[in-house]
């Protein structure tokens, strides 16, 4: 187990609590349900139609609450949660939004963290004037004490709206609106009291976010929480400062499933994978094929889908087709695996990863924004991780220095590759190319030599020439 860098305070929510549980629970249902807030809002309130749980109606219960909080336990306006409301209200009738361009605000010392935002109908709703946001740096895996999140809690309702998203597309915890006046005191009290940092917005990078990898994932093919702490630890001036041309995400996938989607949304994906062989339990094969173990864990249970069928289920499904029947036996040919997972994710008791274990790298994945959305694509095959992961941070600071240099004001990483082309993006940070990094069949017929990979280079002697090949 990966030991912290610093030494960790144990909290207890007692002796940090703000409010008492009288405060906490200051309504009955009967309240609640002949509670209106003080603006009219049928469209927002269809939202709390249906089966699902609704942010209307909890936002409703952080408004009602605040209503019999006193003044004094409440650093910002009483109604923020109302006007919130209200101003959306409006933003559905009008179809566009009525939050204006954020600005710069933060904290001393901090570049990202906090994201400004406005009202531009502040005379409508003068509880969101100021609304800004704080983003949390989450732990590794997202593993919580309930005395931290109850004392954060409290700390929002006090000096925020109270309303909290778990969790942000990144990765960080979302506290969602309080003033320009209250981010000073926040990050002292979080800093100081809670043991806990901002995360990272802007250009800078974003917090680096991993799946629940060893500590409960018997597929993680590497620590991704340790190698997620120390990646945020080594590079808190990243993080904290922004000196990039845009965004820069890190998400740590301990497999190829992929649970935190690095491969579709972080600029670097860190996958587990293996170079060995699937092992093998044919045992195991054979009892799944009898049905004496129910295949994917008895996910889909909830209706009879027959008899499992290793052929249509599993073999028939292989993207490289590199799996058969023999015998009575599944035969695997490794070398064609594309590492799916599909097989293993189907009888779980049957296959495993191989034990040489490591990562893959991928790069430039991104949402729609210059160039529409892009997948990864790989630039390191495989690479063992192991602490302190210097082979992998060599990597990440040659890909940091090029982009830094040739890169557009808010162009990712992986535009930038689009733009400059692969080949040259390799060149520049010292890779050779593989196949594992093609995606496609080149559409390019012209193929541009440089002048060390031909035999004497371009300069050719005329006069030799002329003795091989008359006017």
């Known amino acids: 187990m990966f030991e912290p860098k610093r030494p960790q305070r144990e909290l207890k929510y007692e002796e940090l609590r703000i409010y008492t549980d009288e405060e906490l629970n200051n309504f009955t249902e009967e309240e609640l349900k002949e509670f209106k807030i003080k603006h009219e809002i049928p469209a927002v309130e269809e939202l709390e139609r249906g089966p699902w749980p609704s942010f209307v109606a909890d936002a409703k219960q952080e408004a009602l609450r605040r209503r019999k909080l006193a003044d004094d336990r409440i650093m910002i306006d009483r109604y923020v949660v109302e006007d919130l409301l209200g101003q959306l209200e409006l933003s559905f009738k009008d179809g566009e939004t009525h939050w204006k361009h954020g600005g710069i605000v933060g904290v001393f010392g901090y570049g990202g963290g906090v ?19 704080i983003r949390v740096n989450q732990p590794a895996s997202k593993f919580y004490k309930t005395d931290f999140l109850r004392a954060l809690c409290d700390l929002w309702e006090y000096r925020g709206s109270g309303l909290v998203n778990m969790h942000g597309s990144t990765g960080d915890i979302i506290l969602l609106g309080t003033t320009t006046e209250q981010l000073e005191p926040i990050f002292y ?33 590497y620590d991704t929480q340790e190698m997620c702490y120390e990646m945020t630890m080594h590079y808190q001036d990243e993080l904290h400062r922004p000196a990039f041309p845009y965004k820069f995400k890190f998400k740590f996938d301990g497999c190829p499933n992929c649970c ?42 909830g209706r ?26 599944l035969m695997i040919d490794n070398k064609e695996c594309v590492r799916c997972m599909h097989c293993i994710n189907v009888m779980p008791q049957a296959l495993r990863p191989g034990t040489d274990t490591g990562v893959s790298i991928l790069v430039g994945a991104k949402a729609p924004i210059l160039e529409g959305a892009q997948i990864s694509q790989v630039i390191v095959p495989f690479m063992k991780a192991e602490p302190p992961y210097d082979n992998v941070k060599e990597v990440i600071e040659k890909i940091w220095e090029f982009w830094m ?6 162009e990712r990483v992986g535009e930038l590759i689009q733009r400059v082309g692969l080949p040259k993006f390799l060149e520049v940070i010292g890779l050779p190319p593989a196949p594992q990094m093609i995606k496609a069949p080149r559409a ?3 193929i541009f030599w440089k002048e060390e990979d031909v035999p004497g280079g371009f300069t050719r002697d005329i006069k030799e020439f002329r003795a091989r090949h008359k006017r």
């Open 260 to 301: 935190v989607a690095s491969i579709a949304r972080a600029d670097i994906a860190f996958i587990g994978t293996w170079r060995d062989d699937i092992r093998i339990d044919q045992e195991a094969v054979k009892a799944y094929i009898a049905g004496d173990i129910v295949p994917r864990g008895g996910a889909h249970r």
């Open 405 to 410: 240099e040739e890169g557009k004001n808010r």
């Open 189 to 221: 009290d979080m800093t100081h009291e809670l043991d806990q940092d901002l995360g990272g917005s802007g250009s800078n990078l974003r917090t680096p976010s991993c799946c629940i990898g060893k500590a409960r994932c018997e597929w993680a093919c």
């Open 304 to 329: 009879d889908w027959g008899k499992f069928d290793i052929q249509k289920e599993v073999i028939d499904l292989c993207p490289s087709q590199c799996m058969w029947m023999e015998d009575g036996k």
């Open 115 to 133: 994201i400004g935002r406005y009202s531009d109908v502040p005379e409508k709703f003068p509880g969101i004037a100021h609304f800004h946001t």
């Open 444 to 446: 390019n017929p012209y």
